[in-house]
């Protein structure tokens, strides 16, 4: 079975960056297409970001469009965000999800454990 930690949230300033990763196991990591997506309190997940198997195709929410970057290092089984120039509204709960047959977000079905990212205005 999957198994994806997540790693690299923390306390920055706004306007600041960070760089979130996740580390896949389990499995075949190019099997799989990976994705991140958050929580803030009292609001429902939502998708930020996804990458299909080889990295070719990327999708960003258009909150992050610009500021945020998923990749991935098939070597490493590691998918990382880097995140930019960023704002409170994007404090929340991160999570690592991954799919091996991913035409929507709800075809993610392995879950990391979360990282928190607070943004301070």
């Known amino acids: 079975q999957v198994q994806l930690a997540e790693s690299g949230g923390g306390l920055v300033q706004a306007g600041g960056s960070l760089r979130l990763s996740c580390a896949f196991s389990?499995?075949?990591?190019?099997?799989?297409?990976l994705g991140w997506f958050r929580q803030a309190p009292g609001k429902e997940r939502e998708l930020v970001a996804t990458?299909?198997?080889?990295?070719?195709?990327?999708y960003y929410a258009d909150s992050v469009k610009g500021r945020f970057t998923i990749s991935r290092d098939n070597d490493k089984n590691t998918v990382y965000l880097q995140m930019n120039s960023l704002k409170a509204e994007d404090t929340a709960v991160y999570y690592c999800?991954?799919?091996?047959?991913?035409?929507?977000?709800?075809?993610?079905?392995?879950w990391g454990q979360g990282t928190q990212v607070t943004v301070s205005s």
């Open positions: 999800a991954a799919g091996d047959e991913v035409t929507t977000p709800d075809d993610f079905d392995s």
């Open positions: 389990g499995r075949t990591f190019s099997n799989y297409a």
């Open positions: 990458v299909n198997w080889s990295g070719s195709s990327t």
